[in-house]
């Protein structure tokens, strides 16, 4: 519905950003943080959040994972904080 509506406002559909440009459009940003108030029990979500340069990471903790997601965000130098909380319950 998004893409839908942003068309109605224009007369031709832009093209897309190429790989090498949205990768230079993120570099420009600072201090970008990623939150989460479940667990982030693997380290590919590290690899992720950096090719976004994610600097900052805030989630509960908790995870008999945590170690090895913690190294993950240390190689990649970001700043990993455990909040304690949680709010989604399943």
Request: with cysteine.
């Amino acid at each position: 519905m998004e893409k839908r509506k942003l068309r109605e406002g224009l007369t031709a559909d832009p093209d897309p950003l190429t790989r090498e440009e949205r990768a230079e459009w993120v570099q420009r940003f600072d201090a970008i943080c990623l939150s989460s108030e479940a667990f982030i029990p693997f380290p590919d979500n590290r690899d992720r959040a950096a090719r976004s340069h994610v600097q900052y990471v805030a989630q509960t903790g908790g995870s008999a994972r945590d170690d090895v997601v913690s190294a993950a965000a240390a190689e990649y130098e970001m700043t990993m904080v455990h909040t304690g909380l949680r709010l989604f319950l399943h």
